[in-house]
T-cell receptor
């Protein structure tokens, strides 16, 4: 399974866009990129996922580079409640459930 | 619809005892995965079940076991508890084994071994 690399921490001003990068240079063609976040030892919350096209939902946008070796999660208008640890993982069938979570990025949104 | 339900939410056990944790997946979901989260090791994969069969297993000792029932509910069991087993145990459910299928996590069971 492809491994991911994320910066350990980032800060963002409230109301501004938060751009969280993830490197997955060894990703294979059938691996999907997923983003989750975890707030205060609660269960990780699904945010968004994609294969090669950019994706957007009510929570965030996911930009995947053309070579698929990296991606960026964009929270368009960060709020204090977005402060969390953000995990970027890859999933591939049939081992999709066996995801490797790295250390993630701790995003701190500041007023 | 209801999310993933894990019971109990908190548990305190003594070294040497055994423990059983339960996970009820989202209705219609047939795949259940279990993870252990500790401050030092982060989120680590334990095992994955689909249609009552274990499909994948992580690098944990045999004291950790699990099973899945015909209604997709899953249990995990830890025997001969050690202090290092203190952790947040998380269960995730997904519709199937496909990679293009979101996995949704429960709130976890926090196990403390004393």
């Amino acid at each position: 399974d492809a491994k991911t690399t994320q910066p350990p921490s980032m800060d963002c001003a409230e109301g501004r866009a938060a751009n969280l990068p993830c490197n997955h240079s060894t990703i294979s063609g059938n691996e999907y990129v997923y983003w989750y976040r975890q707030i205060h030892s609660q269960g990780p919350q699904y945010i968004i996922h994609g294969l090669k096209n950019n994706e957007t939902n009510e929570m965030a946008s996911l930009i995947i580079t053309e070579d698929r070796k990296s991606s960026t999660l964009i929270l368009p208008h960060a709020t204090l409640r977005d402060t969390a640890v953000y995990y970027c993982i890859v999933r591939v069938a049939p081992n999709a459930g066996k995801s490797t979570f790295g250390d993630g990025t701790t995003l701190t949104v500041k007023p | 619809k209801a999310g993933v339900t894990q019971t109990p939410r908190y548990l305190i056990k003594t070294r040497g005892q055994q423990v059983t944790l339960s996970c009820s997946p989202i209705s219609g979901h047939r795949s259940v995965s279990w993870y252990q989260q500790t401050p030092g090791q982060g989120l680590q994969f334990l095992f994955e079940y689909f249609s009552e069969t274990q499909r994948n297993k992580g690098n944990f000792p045999g004291r950790f076991s699990g099973r899945q029932f015909s209604n997709s509910r899953s249990e995990m069991n830890v025997s001969t508890l050690e202090l290092g087993d203190s952790a947040l145990y998380l269960c995730a459910s997904s519709l199937n084994l496909g990679a293009n299928t979101e996995a949704f996590f429960g709130q976890g069971t926090r196990l403390t071994v004393v």
